[in-house]
């Protein structure tokens, strides 16, 4: 087994394993980004975060096969009490993947800016989709420039520039193989066959600007899966950890200590 690179903080029998989306990494959980793992470390629970196959300083290649592996091997690895998936965007497919392979290993899960599908593979829309995010890889100008294109759709009107500044940072930082490997991965994603299995506290996270996983979307499948929670972000995009932190990592923390309130 080989574990993907990762950071913990704060301790507690339940884990949090903390998934990053397609142009992230574990950085994107971190003090210098949103101060989600130091919140719920303060909440009184386990952090986790790491980098998926291919990201940061994890070694592979981002099928969804590997990704699930990593998830799968890390809360091996943690041997938690209880673990609870915390994905964001490609994250949270991810999690629900994992969800649907081993509920006895899930917790609860917090989906958050997230879809149950992409549809058919080989449909116009993803086409369009995967054609659109790798037009400046195409053009030559690398992740920096996929950063500079794609971070003003992520985000509210009102995002602040550090906000940009930070996704930019760590979207350029996505290395230009890992990215070309990573959108195909999540464009034929369907889990939305699942979502009625699920049967774990879980929370639908979304933002009220986000035009990648939209709250109607995020209803859509709150309203499929047994028992859970769902809460829009006002005045944020589809980065939502990184734009609105303070109110995100509330929310989170907020639905870690309802469910879990012996951690």
């Not at 884990?15 to 992230?24: F, Q, S």
């Not at 890889?137 to 009107?157: E, H, N, Q, T, Y």
């Not at 299995?197 to 990648?212: G, Q």
Request: proline residues 6%; hydrophobic residues 50%.
């Amino acid at each position: 087994m080989t574990l993907p690179a990762y950071f913990e903080t704060g301790a507690g029998s339940t884990a949090v394993l903390l998934l990053h989306g397609v142009g992230g990494g574990r950085a994107i959980w971190s003090d210098g980004a949103s101060g989600t793992a130091s919140a719920i470390a303060h909440g009184g629970f386990r952090a986790v975060a790491i980098d998926f196959p291919g990201y940061g300083d994890s070694a592979g290649t981002p099928t969804l096969g590997a990704l699930v592996q990593a998830v799968l091997d890390m809360v091996q690895h943690l041997g938690a009490e209880r673990t609870v998936l915390l994905g964001h965007s490609m994250g949270g497919m991810v999690a629900q993947e994992v969800a649907a392979r081993a509920p006895h290993l899930v917790s609860g899960l917090v989906l958050a800016c997230t879809s149950a599908a992409f549809g058919k593979a080989d449909g116009a829309w993803q086409a369009q989709f995967i054609a659109e995010r790798l037009a400046p890889l195409d053009s030559g100008m690398g992740m920096a420039g996929v950063a500079d294109k794609l971070v003003p759709s992520l985000v509210s009107p009102q995002a602040p520039a550090a906000a940009l500044k930070i996704a930019r940072d760590i979207i350029a930082q996505v290395p230009e193989a890992t990215y070309r490997v990573a959108l195909p991965a999540i464009a034929a994603f369907d889990r939305r066959e699942a979502l009625a299995s699920i049967r774990v506290p879980t929370l639908l996270l979304a933002a009220e600007h986000d035009r990648t996983a939209p709250p109607e979307v995020m209803q859509r499948i709150a309203a499929r899966v047994p028992g859970s929670e769902y809460l829009c972000l006002p005045g944020a995009g589809h980065i939502a950890n990184v734009e609105a932190p303070a109110a995100f990592n509330a929310a989170v923390v907020a639905f870690l200590r309802r469910q879990f309130p012996d951690a």
